[in-house]
């Protein structure tokens, strides 16, 4: 199917005579267009009867634009300028048909993934991909973003998922193994530190300071992922903290534990920031998290 707009010319015309012009020739133009020079003249002949104006001169060795044929090659370059850039928008930027998550692997396999799998139950229209880095991601690639951070300092539209609270955990046998009762107990356990400062995780230091006691004991190892934490927590390998919002249902299962009661608020919010340029679909996503908390 050939597609013209009224008034316009051919869009077979308009790219012979392009080629001829920038090749300056029909020769030239034929070659790169795997057609005949006949082809190519007959086309721009064609052109020029629909303008009625010549668009080039003829000459033995070539061809020469006119006037109008110099203003109309600009004027399809600076048309063809905008396509290639449309075309490389559409190409950098995620299918706008899915909506594009970015989360951290603790967010995402905590808690945003069965949520999601809920989700598609009742929104099978919806198509949802995720990023998953602890690394920031830039906002071109994203639609909605998950972030455990200071939400006052977000320029874009943001909602607070949970304010979460930080206790010990740890699985039932080492509990039980340590016969931990108390913080002394505790901090003298081996214990798991995370140590990846990309994500802002409170230290085992930082929390036991603001219970008011002194540094924890040098017992126990690190990892830079708190998701191999939290499994080496279940592995009976050590105590570990955990933000509530992220770990109800490990605790509720019985495969972790609160080792003792006291705990400390979150010093940051666990966040949903939204894109300027989100769909329609993406609120509609962010609205249903919301409504789950």
Known sequence: MTMRYHGLPSAHSLLCFEAAARRRGFKAAAQELHVTPAAISHQVKSLEADLRRELFRRHPRGVELTESGAYLLVALQNGLDTILEGVEQLRSEPNRSAITISTTTAVSS???????????????????????????????????????????????????????????????????????????????????????????????????????????????????????????????????????????????????????????????DFYIRLNPRASSRATRLCDWLLKTL
């Not at 071109?140 to 939400?151: E, V």
């Not at 009762?181 to 140590?195: F, G, K, N, S």
């Not at 126990?220 to 570990?240: E, L, P, R, T, W």
């Open 110 to 268: 905590l808690w945003l993934t069965p949520k999601l799998a809920s989700f598609w139950r009742t929104h099978a229209d919806i198509s949802v991909s995720q990023i998953v880095s602890d690394l920031d991601v830039p906002r071109t690639q994203w639609d909605l973003s998950i972030k455990y951070g200071d939400m006052a300092r977000e320029p874009m539209t943001c909602h607070r998922l949970f304010k979460d609270r930080i206790t010990a955990l740890g699985s039932p046998r080492f509990a039980e193994q340590h016969g931990i009762t108390c913080l002394e107990d505790l901090l003298r356990a081996p214990l798991i530190h995370i140590e990846a400062e990309e994500t802002g995780w409170t230290t085992w230091q930082e929390w036991s300071s603001q219970l008011g006691h002194a540094r924890p004991g040098s017992t126990g190892f690190s990892v830079n992922n708190y998701i191999i934490g939290i499994q080496a927590a279940q592995d009976d390998m050590g105590a570990i903290l955990g933000w509530e919002g992220l770990t109800a249902e490990l605790v509720a299962s019985g495969r972790l534990v609160r080792l003792i009661p006291d705990n400390i608020p979150s010093p940051m």
